[in-house]
């Protein structure tokens, strides 16, 4: 996952959300389990959030989604690295190990998903190359050789 934060100073939930690939309302409930993560309020009320605190969410999700911490166990994981003064470098090492994959938010594709797609990709190459088979006759389709 590679998470591109545009050069501004403030960013709204909606920003966030496309920003970490998931919706305003994870964000909020993430909020709620994780009391640093409050944003500060516009006088509009609306939430405004600075690029530490989408860092701080960008680790949050690496511990939820990648490393499949459950919230408690990455309460605890967070509460550490705090304690160690550790939590700025492990911010930066999510951040660099995702720009060196490469990855777009959202990628992670498990094997059991590839495997799905290559088979349907086999059935859908036999479909083109011998619609027959599938029972398909168009007027005037060849099979494909």
């Known amino acids: 996952m590679s998470f591109q934060i545009p050069n501004r100073t403030f960013f709204r939930i909606g920003d966030v959300a496309k920003i970490l690939g998931v919706k305003p309302y994870v964000i909020r409930f993430w909020e709620g389990e994780f009391p640093f993560l409050a944003p500060d ?9 600075r690029r530490a605190q989408i860092e701080s969410l960008i680790l949050v999700k690496h ?5 499949r911490y459950s919230i408690e166990g990455a309460k605890k994981k967070l509460t550490e690295l705090r304690r160690g ?4 470098d492990a911010m930066n090492d999510v951040l660099s190990e995702n720009k060196a994959k490469g990855l777009q938010v959202g990628s992670v594709i498990r094997k059991d998903q590839i ?12 479909l083109i190359r011998e619609p027959k088979m599938a029972g398909l006759e168009v007027p005037g389709l060849k099979a494909i050789q």
């Open 41 to 49: 309020k516009a006088n509009s009320g609306q939430r405004v959030y």
């Open 85 to 88: 003064a550790k939590l700025r």
């Open 115 to 126: 495997a799905s797609l290559e088979a349907r990709i086999q059935d859908l190459q036999t």
């Open 63 to 67: 511990l939820l989604h990648v490393e």
